[in-house]
Each structure stands twice: as C-alpha cells, then as structure tokens.
C-alpha cells in the first residue's frame, strides 16, 4: 500500500508532459519562407518552399477551405486568396 501512494504523485505528473512521436518531429522552418508572402502560389513555388523550410509535405490552403486540425511537425501549411496570391506561409 505504501509503494501504491508513493507512486501516485509520478503517475499524476506524467499527464502533463507532451511527447510528440519521433514521426512528428518538427523538421518545418517556416520563417526562412515568409518572404514568400504575396507571391503567386504554383508549383515551382511550392517546391522552392519546401526546399527553404525543410518540410517533407505541403499542403496548399484555398480559400474558403476546411483543413483538418491535426499537427504535422513535418508538414507546411500555405494559404492563397482568390488571386492566388500567398497569405499565409506556416508550419504545422
């Protein structure tokens, strides 16, 4: 019983740590592509954002466009407008 109660302060600590699986380590930089912003969103620009931030995905944003909330630490995130002008350049 006495090992139980010393246990139970560890075991009430352990839910407030965060760990992210070693897949979903951030490998995204996204301030090396905010210059990128009000650029015309393309393919060749797409891979030039890749390259610069390191992520392994992309995932393009339209607008007006539901996107699952889940966290990549790999993948980046590019929003565009109606002009196909980049709006918003980040990770996750």
Known sequence: MRALLLALPA????????VHPPDMAGTCHADAAQGYIGRTASAEVGADLL?????RQLRWVAPGMMVTMDY???RLTVSYDQAMRITNISCG
């Open 11 to 18: 075991l009430a600590l352990s839910g407030c740590v965060t």
């Open 51 to 55: 390259r610069l931030t390191h992520a």
């Open 72 to 74: 990549r630490g790999d």
